[in-house]
């Protein structure tokens, strides 16, 4: 058979851990053997963020911005106890946080509806998209730890030289501090973003912050999402029939959990983290659901919002059963190549992605599943497998199906 050809790269960033080893497997038996790849590279591997300085998030970043599509596993922010771990020379950014950061883009998360896999809350009907800001707040924080009396101010020194300063705290004793900013060129690109996505799908738009205690800060965000709609969006809404409405993120929470779901919810970048966990999560694992970094000029870079399973590794590396859930980690590669072959109009590419999510999902309703969707199936007499033994039996399915 022969492979499908592509024309542009697509960038590639390799994580760590279980996810790793998962992600080695889906391109091995997945991929490779279906499709002439074409990859740019980059090792994210904390090991080698390390080695490099984090120079390789970086360029990995500016990859992304020359081809236009990347695919990225799930990699480890390190803390304390991870520097001790791999023996860091230090405590390294996210490489999330850095990558959005350079790409200033939206993240949408959605979940990935299987028939059989039914959501925990029993009332959603349709996926609620999450779009989550990926820019600034406590992913781009300065941190102090304070451990004497003293003042801590908020000081913003204008290029002409005057200051402006706020008192944060009179600390009487030890403590901490933090500092985290936003841009308004971000949050309207956000803003448009969403606003853009929403009517994209014809589904209302909720913004969810907390402006009734941050009454300048989230205000910001809040004013600006107002702004934009008046401005661009208005008209374009009314004529689809959808709403956009801001809503105290505590609102949005319980709204949410009421709801029969198909909108999108807008989040700031911390809530986004979060609730998409719990959206997720409600959707049986933390593995039901695709993410994908959007940068205002159209740059893509897919992902598995869960992180590295770190639990599942420990006990895979020591002989044990790692039913750890591929699911994300492949719609991430076969998103990837599908939009990777749209803008080349390489409709085999194309076709190869969705034939792959396809191949996927129909596995799972076929009754074959890892050991977190057992637990939330409807489907009778579910058959448990591994990760690595889930991908095996998705490959057989794809030989099929593309056999002449
Ligand atoms: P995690 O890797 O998402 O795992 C938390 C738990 O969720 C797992 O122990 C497992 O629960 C369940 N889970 C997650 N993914 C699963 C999958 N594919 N299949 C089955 N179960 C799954 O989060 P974490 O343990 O908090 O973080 C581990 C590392 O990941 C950290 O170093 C963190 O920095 C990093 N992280 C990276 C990203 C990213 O790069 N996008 C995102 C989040 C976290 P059970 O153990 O109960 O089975
Ligand atoms: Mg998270």
């Known amino acids: 058979m022969d492979k499908i050809p592509m024309n542009t790269p697509l960038v590639e960033m390799d994580g760590d851990e279980m996810a790793a080893i998962l992600w080695k497997e889906t391109k091995e038996k997945l991929v490779l053997p279906f499709v002439d790849l074409k990859v740019e590279y980059y090792d994210l591997s904390i090991r080698n963020r390390d080695a490099t300085d984090d120079q390789v998030t970086i360029d990995s970043a500016m990859a992304t911005k020359k081809y236009g599509v990347a695919v990225k596993c799930a990699t480890i922010t390190p803390n304390l106890e991870r520097v001790q771990e791999y023996n860091l020379k230090k405590m390294w950014k996210s490489p999330n946080g850095t990558i959005r950061a350079l790409l200033d883009g939206t993240v949408f998360r959605a979940p990935i509806l299987i028939r059989g896999i039914e959501p925990y809350i029993r009332s959603w009907k349709k996926p609620i998209t999450l779009a989550r800001h990926a820019y600034g707040d406590l992913y781009r924080a300065t941190e102090i730890r304070v451990d004497s009396p003293g003042k801590c101010e908020l000081v913003f020194t204008g290029a002409d030289g005057a200051e402006r300063r706020e008192l944060i705290h009179q600390f009487d004793g030890p ?68 709403t956009y409405q801001y809503c105290l993120i505590d609102d949005a929470v319980s709204r949410a959990v009421k709801s029969p779901g198909g909108y999108v919810w807008a989040c700031q970048n911390y809530d986004g983290d979060v609730m998409s966990d719990m959206l997720a999560t409600a959707y049986g694992s933390a593995a039901m659901m695709t993410s994908v970094l959007v940068s205002p000029d159209g740059k893509y870079e897919y992902e598995a919002a869960h992180g590295t399973v770190r639990r599942h590794y420990y006990r895979y590396l020591e002989g044990g059963v790692a039913s750890t859930n591929p699911l994300a980690i492949i719609m991430a590669w076969s998103n990837a190549l599908t939009k990777r072959g749209e803008l080349d109009h390489n409709d085999a590419l194309a076709g190869f992605g969705r034939l792959l999510q396809r191949a996927t999902i129909e596995t799972v309703e076929s009754g074959i599943m890892t050991a977190d969707l057992q637990k939330v199936t409807t489907l009778p007499n579910p058959q448990v497998v591994t990760g690595l033994k889930f991908i095996d039996i998705v490959q057989k399915r794809i030989r099929k199906q593309m056999a002449p």
């Open 175 to 242: 403590g901490v501090a933090q500092g985290v900013h936003n841009l308004d060129s971000s949050i309207r690109n956000f803003a448009r973003c969403c606003l853009s996505y929403a009517l994209d799908m014809k589904q209302d738009l909720i913004f969810s912050a907390k402006d009734t205690i941050s009454k300048v800060y989230d205000r910001q965000f809040r004013e600006i999402f107002k702004d934009v709609f008046m401005e661009e969006f208005m008209e374009a809404y009314s004529q689809a029939g959808i």
